[in-house]
């Protein structure tokens, strides 16, 4: 695999309105939430990726147990992405394989916040 930088893009920004697969609202708590990329304003950075570089953003309305992002379609892993437990905006980074439906992926969160995904890279099959 090989890796490129791509300008920053933001996947999405659920501070937004009008609410839409990439806007708002804000995520409820205990649930899941999917981001399809390739459909996304960052289209033409990801064609062909094998995996994302990603920067997740969380504004917290509270205290926030965990962040889980992973490819669409696939068990949800019992690790967390990120952690925000003094409720304080909180970021990390995430490399996660294009191995979802629709080249999407899926985030769960343990309690309700607005979330920023910003793409900085994407993973391809070596040319050789």
């Not at 659920?14 to 304003?41: C, H, I, K, W």
């Not at 969380?58 to 019992?78: A, C, D």
């Not at 394989?97 to 992926?105: D, F, K, S, V, Y």
Request: include cysteine.
């Amino acid at each position: 695999m090989d890796f490129y930088t791509v300008t920053p893009c933001r996947i999405c920004d659920t501070r937004l309105s009008p609410n839409g697969p990439f806007a708002g609202p804000a995520q409820a708590a205990v649930t899941d939430r999917e981001y399809a990329v390739a459909s996304s304003p960052c289209m033409a950075s990801v064609t062909s990726a094998a995996a994302y570089s990603i920067n997740a953003t969380v504004i917290p309305s509270g205290p926030m147990g965990f962040l889980t992002l992973w490819p669409s379609g696939q068990s949800r892993p019992t690790v967390s992405t990120l952690n925000a437990l003094d409720g304080a905006i909180t970021s990390n980074a995430a490399i996660l394989i294009e191995g979802g439906m629709n080249a999407a992926i899926q985030a769960f969160t343990t309690d309700q916040q607005m979330r920023g995904l910003d793409i900085n890279g994407v993973f391809k099959a070596q040319n050789r």
